[in-house]
């Protein structure tokens, strides 16, 4: 599965992530997760960005990366969450290897796509974690800093 596959997988899900957010809150349950993820919606995304049949998931199919992706503990995911939620299932049901996974990672937290990680997105993403040391670790983030991520998994991989 390529990233753009991936990407495309997240920028689908997240595209109809208000209609399965059934309390309006900004945040998943996980019912409110699985109902997303088994939507048709997602399905056919799925099929047609990777050619792939799309995989029903349980609420115990998922539970695993559902926690692991609760960064703040809530018992809920926000899109940030969700999204570190999401790469995760589809690396494991592509079997990307950690390279893949650390590409398909970067993509999903690329929100402009140019291939680099802007001091902007990172601090949003650390803003939003809700957690109190991360938010702190935000604001000491220089502006107009950026990191090339195609460039350095490149290297790394190498």
């Known amino acids: 599965m390529s990233t753009a596959a991936v990407k495309q997988c997240i920028d689908g899900a997240l595209g109809v992530w208000s209609t ?5 809150d900004g945040k998943l349950s996980i019912t409110e997760a699985v109902n997303l993820l088994n ?3 997602v399905s056919d ?3 047609a960005a990777t050619g792939m049949d799309h995989t029903l998931r349980t609420e115990a199919d998922i539970q695993k990366w559902f926690n692991r992706a609760d960064f703040d503990h809530s018992g809920t995911l926000s899109k940030r969450e969700f999204v ?6 589809l690396a494991d049901k592509a079997k990307l290897g950690a390279g893949g996974l650390a590409s398909a990672v970067c993509a999903a937290l690329d929100a402009d796509g140019d291939g680099k990680i802007g001091s902007s997105e990172l601090k949003k993403l650390l803003a ?3 957690l109190t040391l991360l938010s702190h670790v935000a604001s000491m983030i220089p502006d107009g800093k950026e990191v090339d991520y195609r460039t350095l998994l490149a290297k790394v991989s190498a």
């Open 128 to 130: 939003g974690s809700g």
């Open 45 to 47: 995304v799925v099929k």
């Open 39 to 41: 939507s048709k919606e």
């Open 20 to 24: 399965y957010d059934t309390n309006g």
């Open 84 to 89: 570190v939620m999401y790469v995760g299932l």
